[in-house]
């Protein structure tokens, strides 16, 4: 669990890096940021806004023969451990990242590498290095009053609204590429923050795991358990699925299967979809993790338990105890009307 808001900024630096096949030039200010109150709390809302509204999708820095390779880890790794080299050091930061800017794609913009102190992740305080950029420029008004008319000047700057690149670097698992959050609003250039200049890999952890079984659960469902039985059967297995994980502290897939597959006869479909569709989502050798907690609550409010009925009617079965469809919702088939139809039984109407 990550909490954002009691963090502070302890120092910002503040660079330009321009696109190297434009012939675009890098600028790095001599001197740190001098922060007062009103602008930091400006910039850290524009920085960390993003990851409060983002799922908690960890990566971590990757090297094929050793994370000690890796162009950013020294530097960070060396930040860490004196912070007081923050600034040099963003130098370093910013220089990689204007190295990596030839694509004709990339944009130009402001790097901004922040130092926090108290970010607070499974109730531990901890520090990070955020390193940011700035790269779409908006228009926007200004008023200047004259002796007898307001005149309008138009002026570009950041729109402090939307970040357009950042990553936030934990100082925890170092020995593991650290753990790393990241955004990216803009599309045209994917591979260039991810890939080309942070170089970062997936962390494997079992939030990771838990979510990626479970949304390979959810196309299962989509794919296999919906034509070969029907949405009730869809929206049911997928109830048991979430269930299983929500009331397991670990996650063993002969068991899951056992108690979730209400037909027998889809478990070798499970299997071979797993075999097939696997490498996807990162499981095809994965049968036995820790479940994250969090990330079963998350995937809960992400399925959709509704039955959509060509005659524009809705059925929402809004339970936590799959069992309860068993028992008051049926599936039938009208010979008259030549229709489907459900049949739910319930006591007596619930007040909105």
């Known amino acids: 669990m990550l ?12 660079h330009r890096v321009g696109n190297k096949s434009r012939n675009e030039n890098i600028f790095l200010s001599r001197e740190p940021y001098l922060l007062n109150d009103e602008i930091t709390a400006i910039l850290k809302e524009y920085f960390l806004k ?70 607070v992740m499974d109730n531990e305080k901890i520090d990070a290095i955020g390193i940011f950029k700035s790269e779409l420029k908006h228009d926007f008004l200004q008023f200047r009053e004259s002796e007898t008319n307001l005149d309008i000047v ?17 100082n925890i698992h170092k020995d593991e590429g650290y753990k790393i959050l990241s955004v990216d609003s803009n599309r045209y250039d994917a591979k260039y923050w991810v890939e080309n200049f942070l170089g970062v890999s997936a962390l494997t952890d079992e939030n990771f795991f838990t979510k990626k079984y479970l949304k390979f659960c959810q196309d299962f469902a989509k794919d296999v358990v919906l034509p070969a039985e029907d949405k009730k059967q869809e929206v049911m297995f997928m109830n048991r699925a979430v269930n299983h994980f929500a009331k397991n502290d670990d996650f063993e897939e002969t068991n899951f299967l056992n108690e979730v597959m209400d037909n027998p006869e889809l478990i070798p479909e499970f299997k071979h979809y797993k075999v097939e569709k696997g490498p996807k ?3 095809e050798d994965v049968a036995n993790f820790p479940i994250a907690n969090k990330a079963v609550s998350e995937a809960r409010k992400k399925i959709k338990n509704v ?27 009208d010979e008259e009307k030549q229709m489907y139809y459900y049949l739910v039984y319930f006591n007596k109407e619930e007040k909105s």
């Open 154 to 170: 138009i002026q570009q700057g950041v729109n402090i609204n939307k970040l357009d690149k950042g990553c936030l670097i934990f």
């Open 281 to 283: 989502y990162h499981i």
């Open 3 to 14: 909490n954002l808001y009691p963090s502070q900024i302890e120092s910002l630096s503040v």
């Open 50 to 119: 993003p990851f409060r509204e983002k799922e908690e999708n960890y990566f971590r820095f990757a090297n094929e023969v050793d994370v000690e390779f890796h162009p950013l880890y020294d530097i960070i790794a060396e930040t860490f451990t004196n912070p007081a080299s923050a600034h040099e050091n963003s130098k370093k930061i910013a220089t990689h990242l204007f190295d990596q800017s030839s694509h004709p794609h990339i944009k130009s913009g402001e790097v901004y590498v922040a130092y926090f102190s108290d970010m």
């Open 307 to 333: 039955i959509n009925l060509d005659t524009n009617i809705q059925i929402k079965m809004d339970f936590v105890n799959p069992e309860s469809a068993e028992k008051f919702v049926e599936k039938g088939w």
